[in-house]
């Protein structure tokens, strides 16, 4: 499996996505953002905002919030951009369609484990990865929405594996923690969990 022949199962996957930036002049503001507030983002969510708000105990929580309420003139207006997010080498074997199927088992390796998967040869697939991906190619990102979530080195099985999970938002591109918020479609709520590398 060479790296022409994983861009092209990668394109299959791709999904897009939504990325933060910061607003100028005219843009439509979609998020506001101040990751030193305990409210550290505030985001239009389907025609609600939401906000991502930490605790007392240093707990996230994605709840619906009335901007009015919030003093916002210390936070910066973003608007959302999209692109294109491509996924990461074991997303991309785990849901990879039966040629990458069958290259996984001639290499005696289970798609559903993680480690297998990472002792793989991903032949630059990573870097190219890497190069599109928007938690590496933009410091002046904050957030994006939607795509494809990260892996974690806690991780034993990744979180979009779940198929009771859909994945929403990826808040702190710049500075830990990071945090990322899902949907739990079977409990119908948000679920933040934060990460550290």
Known sequence: MNLHCLKEKAQTL????????????????????????????????ENQWIALRENNDSEFFFEPVNPESADLKNYIPLT???QT????FEHLMHFGDEEIQNWIKENDCDA????????????????FWMDAHPMYMNKEIYAYAGGWAMIWPDDDIPM???????????????????????????EQKFMSVERNT
């Open 160 to 186: 979009q594996w779940d198929e009771n999970l859909v994945f929403l938002y990826q808040i702190g591109v710049q500075n830990e923690p990071f945090i990322e918020v899902y949907y739990n479609k079977r």
């Open 85 to 88: 997010v491509y996924p990461n």
């Open 14 to 45: 791709a999904r897009e996505a939504q990325i933060f930036v910061e607003a100028q002049g005219e843009d439509e503001i979609m998020a506001y953002v101040n990751e030193n507030e305990s409210v550290r983002l505030v985001v239009q969510h």
């Open 112 to 127: 559903d484990s993680l480690s297998d998967l990472q002792s793989l040869d991903d032949d630059g697939y990573i870097d």
């Open 80 to 82: 959302a951009k999209k």
